[in-house]
């Protein structure tokens, strides 16, 4: 199994572009999640989904869309990339919204100039 | 609002040491504590789930307690192998809900 997969590895957009982050896993996974991780901050969860069709907000959602229409994919997309939104993104997903292993993806690091 | 705390931020062990990670939470109204491995450059691996009802969990080398009265958990590793070096990160529901809140990490040196 694949597991969860995200692409790109790497991305480097300018100020006030847009692009989508894509995250897929192969699993039947409920649950699907983004977090960012910055360096003294910790990961923080973006948004969350608990199913097909439906998705919500997380700690830190502004600036970021999602939607979730099948089970396996779960797209980011920065609307206007701005300098704070360099990071390294993570996507997660687990088989029930509670109680279950959450498994990571390896992570998109995007540069934001 | 939880809060996810682990001392220390680093901890560097010989070859050969059993040692302890330590994590605190504030709200203690949670469904579970996860415990991860983040290796560089990589995503997290979950080691460990304990729910709320649970005292602690095994894996191998690893025994994680949860303690929710007092709002702590650890992370036991036996007999430590450089493998092991990796930032551990724990994580904790907030209360109420299923989304986790993350610890900071503590970034584990084996030493050979």
């Known amino acids: 199994n694949a597991g969860v997969t995200q692409t790109p590895k790497f991305q480097v957009l300018k100020t006030g572009q847009s692009m989508t982050l894509q995250c897929a896993q192969d699993m039947n996974h409920e649950y699907m999640s983004w977090y960012r991780q910055d360096p003294g901050m910790g990961l923080r969860l973006i948004h969350y989904?608990?199913?097909?069709?439906?998705?919500d907000q997380g700690e830190v959602p502004n600036g970021y869309n999602v939607s979730r229409s099948t089970t396996e994919d779960f797209p980011l997309r920065l609307l206007s990339a701005a300098p704070s939104q360099t990071s390294v993104y993570f996507c997660a997903s687990s088989r029930a919204r509670v109680n279950s292993p959450l498994h990571f993806g390896n992570g998109t690091r995007l540069t934001v100039t | 609002k939880q809060e996810v705390t682990q001392i220390p931020a680093a901890l560097s062990v010989p070859e050969g040491e059993n040692l302890v990670l330590n994590c605190s939470f504030t709200d203690s109204a949670i469904y579970n504590l996860q415990w991860f491995r983040q290796d560089p450059g990589k995503g997290l691996t979950s080691l460990l789930l304990i729910q709320s009802s649970q005292r602690e969990q095994t894996s191998g080398r690893l025994n994680a307690s949860l303690d929710k009265s007092s709002g702590r958990s650890t992370l036991y590793i036996a007999a430590s192998q450089p493998g092991d070096s990796a930032t551990y990160l724990c994580?904790?529901?907030?209360?109420?809900?299923?989304?986790?809140?993350f610890g900071k990490g503590t970034k584990l040196t084996v030493n050979p």
């Open positions: 994580a904790a529901t907030q209360g109420g809900s299923e989304k986790l809140v």
């Open positions: 989904s608990v199913g097909a069709g439906i998705t």
